[in-house]
C-alpha cells in the first residue's frame, strides 16, 4: 500500500484480523481481543510476509524435521484467540504455557499483568531461544522460557491457575493435573482416537472434566510425551489407514481389500461448510475398528480404479473389510454422505457405519457433542462413572459421552472396550 509504512501495514492487518475473529464468533471478550490488537504478531515471525503472519485461520511452521514434517510453529490467530477465550485467564494468575514460541506467552503475560506469572517450556532449543529473543524485542522480559521435557511439567513455579498445551497430546501426563490448582483449568489439544480436539479441562481433585472441545490441528508432542500411530499401506501407497489407538491384532488380513467390488450404503446430509466434528466423534465412539484413512491424490488418480470422496478421512476395519465414508455433491451446497465398503463380506460393516450417521444426524447434528472426563489410569474401574467410551492411555483413561436426547430411549449404543 503507497505510503504505508510496514509498522502501519502490520497495524492496520492486525486490526483485520482481530475484527475478522470478532465477526468469526472466535473472540467474545474485550480482554482477548484488546490483547491481540496490542501484541505485535510479526515480531514472533520475523521470517514470514505480513501477509502470511495475520492470516486469521493458518498458522506458520518455524520448524520441520529432515523428511519435511512441521516441528514447530506459530499457530493460527484463530486457533489461540480460541484458546485464550477457553482459558479464561485472569489478572495476577500463575500460567504455564507447554510448547513454545513467543507469541501465545506475550498474550498470556499482558492478560495476567504485572502481578501474575508465565512460564512457557519447550524440549527444543532452536524454539527457546527463538522465544527468549522474541519476547525481550518485544518488551516481554518477564515470562520464564524453560528447556525441558514438558512430560513433567515445570514443578519449580508451580501450582499453576491454568496451564495451556499448545503441542498435540495423545495423553494426560500425572504432572499436569498434580501442578494444577484444584478448580484450575487444563486447556489441550487431546488426541482421541486420532481426533484431535482442543478441550478445557476443570481440575475436580484427582480427575479433569470437560468444559468445551473445538476442532484444532497442532504439531504432535515430542520427547516423552511423543506417541506413533500404526499405518497399513494400501495400494502402494496410494492409501494408508491410520490407527492411533489399539490397531487391529491382523492387519493381513486387509491384503487386497480395495480388489473387490464396493458395497454403497447412505449415511446422512451435509451442506458445503458445514462442520461435522462432532460427526467425526461420533463415529469414533460408536463403530468398532474406527480409523482414518489418507489418500496419496496423485498416486490414487492414476490408479486403475482410484477411490472418490474422501474428503471425511472417516474408516472402519471389520476382520478382512474396510468401510470408508465418502461425500458426493449433490445439487446447490448439497453433500450426501456415502458408506463404500470393500471386501469379503462387507455389508453389515457397511450398514453398522451408516446407521451410525443417522443417528448422529437424528439426534446430535449441531449439538454441543460429548463430555470428555480424565481419570489416572491408577483409577480402580469400579470409581469410574458410566461412560459411552472408554480408551487406556499411557498415563490416563479418557471416558466420553453423549447427550442422550429424549427421543433416544431405547436406543442401543456401541460400547467399546477399555483399550489397554
Given at each position: 500500500?503507497?505510503?504505508?509504512?510496514?509498522?502501519?501495514?502490520?497495524?492496520?492487518?492486525?486490526?483485520?484480523?482481530?475484527?475478522?475473529?470478532?465477526?468469526?464468533?472466535?473472540?467474545?471478550?474485550?480482554?482477548?481481543?484488546?490483547?491481540?490488537?496490542?501484541?505485535?504478531?510479526?515480531?514472533?515471525?520475523?521470517?514470514?510476509?505480513?501477509?502470511a503472519v495475520y492470516e486469521p485461520w493458518n498458522g506458520l511452521v518455524t520448524k520441520k524435521d529432515e523428511n519435511g514434517r512441521p516441528l514447530s510453529s506459530l499457530s493460527a490467530p484463530d486457533a489461540q484467540a480460541h484458546m485464550l477465550e477457553q482459558a479464561r485467564i485472569e489478572p495476577g494468575m500463575n500460567v504455564l504455557e507447554i510448547g513454545s514460541g513467543g507469541m501465545n506467552a506475550?498474550?498470556?503475560?499482558?492478560?495476567?499483568?504485572?502481578?501474575?506469572?508465565?512460564?512457557?517450556?519447550?524440549?527444543?532449543?532452536?524454539?527457546?531461544?527463538?522465544?527468549?529473543?522474541?519476547?525481550?524485542?518485544?518488551?516481554?522480559?518477564?515470562?520464564?522460557?524453560?528447556?525441558?521435557?514438558?512430560?513433567?511439567?515445570?514443578?519449580?513455579?508451580?501450582?499453576?491457575?491454568?496451564?495451556?498445551?499448545?503441542?498435540?497430546?495423545?495423553?494426560?501426563?500425572?504432572?499436569?493435573?498434580?501442578?494444577?490448582?484444584?478448580?484450575?483449568?487444563?486447556?489441550?489439544?487431546?488426541?482421541?482416537?486420532?481426533?484431535?480436539?482442543?478441550?478445557?479441562?476443570?481440575?475436580?481433585?484427582?480427575?479433569?472434566?470437560?468444559?468445551?472441545?473445538?476442532?484444532?490441528?497442532?504439531?504432535p508432542m515430542q520427547g516423552a510425551g511423543a506417541h506413533d500411530s500404526t499405518e497399513l499401506v494400501l495400494r502402494d501407497g496410494a492409501v494408508r489407514l491410520v490407527f492411533d489407538e489399539q490397531p487391529p491384532a491382523d492387519l493381513s488380513r486387509l491384503d487386497g481389500v480395495l480388489e473387490y467390488e464396493p458395497v454403497v450404503d447412505s449415511g446422512a446430509g451435509l451442506r458445503l461448510g458445514?462442520?461435522?466434528?462432532?460427526?467425526?466423534?461420533?463415529?469414533?465412539?460408536?463403530?468398532?475398528?474406527?480409523?482414518?484413512?489418507?489418500?496419496?491424490?496423485?498416486?490414487?488418480?492414476?490408479?486403475?480404479?482410484?477411490?472418490?470422496?474422501?474428503?471425511?478421512?472417516?474408516?472402519?476395519?471389520?476382520?478382512?473389510?474396510?468401510?470408508?465414508?465418502?461425500?458426493?455433491?449433490?445439487?446447490?451446497?448439497?453433500?450426501?454422505?456415502?458408506?463404500?465398503?470393500?471386501?469379503?463380506?462387507?455389508?453389515?460393516?457397511?450398514?453398522?457405519?451408516?446407521?451410525?450417521?443417522?443417528?448422529?444426524?437424528?439426534?446430535?447434528?449441531?449439538?454441543?457433542?460429548?463430555?470428555?472426563?480424565?481419570?489416572?489410569?491408577?483409577?480402580?474401574?469400579?470409581?469410574?462413572?458410566?461412560?459411552?467410551?472408554?480408551?487406556?492411555?499411557?498415563?490416563?483413561?479418557?471416558?466420553?459421552?453423549?447427550?442422550?436426547?429424549?427421543?433416544?430411549?431405547?436406543?442401543?449404543?456401541?460400547?467399546?472396550?477399555?483399550?489397554?
Amino acid at each position: 500500500m503507497t505510503g504505508t509504512t510496514p509498522g502501519e501495514r502490520a497495524t492496520q492487518l492486525r486490526n483485520q484480523t482481530v475484527d475478522a475473529l470478532k465477526d468469526a464468533g472466535t473472540i467474545v471478550s474485550p480482554r482477548i481481543e484488546a490483547v491481540m490488537r496490542a501484541v505485535p504478531r510479526e515480531t514472533f515471525a520475523p521470517e514470514a510476509d505480513l501477509e502470511a503472519v495475520y492470516e486469521p485461520w493458518n498458522g506458520l511452521v518455524t520448524k520441520k524435521d529432515e523428511n519435511g514434517r512441521p516441528l514447530s510453529s506459530l499457530s493460527a490467530p484463530d486457533a489461540q484467540a480460541h484458546m485464550l477465550e477457553q482459558a479464561r485467564i485472569e489478572p495476577g494468575m500463575n500460567v504455564l504455557e507447554i510448547g513454545s514460541g513467543g507469541m501465545n506467552a506475550a498474550y498470556l503475560s499482558e492478560l495476567v499483568g504485572p502481578t501474575g506469572r508465565v512460564t512457557t517450556v519447550d524440549i527444543d532449543e532452536f524454539v527457546t531461544e527463538r522465544t527468549s529473543r522474541f519476547l525481550n524485542q518485544a518488551g516481554y522480559t518477564r515470562v520464564n522460557v524453560v528447556l525441558a521435557d514438558a512430560e513433567y511439567g515445570v514443578p519449580e513455579h508451580e501450582p499453576y491457575d491454568r496451564i495451556l498445551v499448545t503441542v498435540g497430546s495423545w495423553d494426560v501426563p500425572p504432572a499436569w493435573i498434580d501442578q494444577l490448582v484444584d478448580g484450575g483449568l487444563l486447556v489441550v489439544p487431546l488426541k482421541v482416537m486420532g481426533l484431535m480436539r482442543t478441550v478445557a479441562l476443570v481440575r475436580e481433585g484427582g480427575r479433569l472434566v470437560s468444559e468445551s472441545a473445538r476442532l484444532f490441528g497442532f504439531v504432535p508432542m515430542q520427547g516423552a510425551g511423543a506417541h506413533d500411530s500404526t499405518e497399513l499401506v494400501l495400494r502402494d501407497g496410494a492409501v494408508r489407514l491410520v490407527f492411533d489407538e489399539q490397531p487391529p491384532a491382523d492387519l493381513s488380513r486387509l491384503d487386497g481389500v480395495l480388489e473387490y467390488e464396493p458395497v454403497v450404503d447412505s449415511g446422512a446430509g451435509l451442506r458445503l461448510g458445514e462442520p461435522w466434528a462432532t460427526m467425526q466423534m461420533w463415529l469414533a465412539t460408536t463403530v468398532p475398528g474406527f480409523c482414518r484413512i489418507m489418500l496419496d491424490r496423485a498416486a490414487n488418480e492414476a490408479s486403475p480404479r482410484p477411490l472418490g470422496g474422501i474428503h471425511t478421512g472417516m474408516a472402519a476395519v471389520d476382520g478382512a473389510n474396510l468401510a470408508y465414508v465418502a461425500s458426493r455433491r449433490l445439487g446447490g451446497d448439497h453433500l450426501t454422505l456415502e458408506v463404500h465398503a470393500y471386501g469379503p463380506s462387507p455389508t453389515a460393516l457397511a450398514q453398522v457405519v451408516a446407521e451410525q450417521l443417522r443417528i448422529w444426524d437424528r439426534d446430535h447434528r449441531g449439538g454441543p457433542g460429548p463430555q470428555y472426563l480424565v481419570y489416572p489410569t491408577t483409577t480402580p474401574d469400579e470409581q469410574l462413572p458410566a461412560a459411552d467410551f472408554v480408551v487406556g492411555k499411557r498415563h490416563s483413561r479418557v471416558l466420553i459421552s453423549w447427550p442422550h436426547p429424549a427421543n433416544a430411549v431405547g436406543q442401543d449404543i456401541l460400547h467399546h472396550p477399555n483399550h489397554q
